[in-house]
Every structure is written in C-alpha cells, then in structure tokens.
C-alpha cells in the first residue's frame, strides 16, 4: 500500500538486500519483517538446513 519505512531479521543482520547470520546445524528459520507508512505490517520465512560436512539447503515458498 504504501513506501517501506522500516525492515528487519530476527536471526541475522539485514544490509540493503542481503541478509548474514551464523548458523548452526540443523534447521535455521530466517524471518523478514516489513513495515510501509500505513502501518501495514508482512512477514515472510526462509529455512536453511545445515547437515555438518555437506552443502547447506535452502526451502524458500
């Protein structure tokens, strides 16, 4: 509806469009927040599973 004034992660650090965390292994939830000058508030999820000695997956919707 209207402009963003305010994003942020709750599991890492968020810097212009790229998001960095440390994780650990076994399944690590990313959560996106953002809020326009409405008020109007959406959230969106990623989830990386980490398998110690392989690479790392990641589920996106």
Same mark, same amino acid.
């Given at each position: ?11 890492? $650090? *968020?810097?212009?469009? /790229? ?5 650990? %292994?076994?399944?690590?939830?990313? $959560? *996106?927040?953002?809020? /326009? ?5 959406? %959230?969106c999820q990623a989830i990386v599973n980490i398998s110690l000695n392989s690479q790392p ?5």
């Amino acid at each position: 509806d209207g402009n963003l004034v305010s994003y942020e992660v709750d599991n890492g $650090t *968020l810097a212009g469009n /790229d998001v960095t965390f440390t994780p650990v %292994a076994g399944e690590n939830v990313i $959560t *996106l927040t953002v809020t /326009d000058e409405c008020g109007e508030v959406a %959230a969106c999820q990623a989830i990386v599973n980490i398998s110690l000695n392989s690479q790392p997956t990641a589920t996106c919707p």
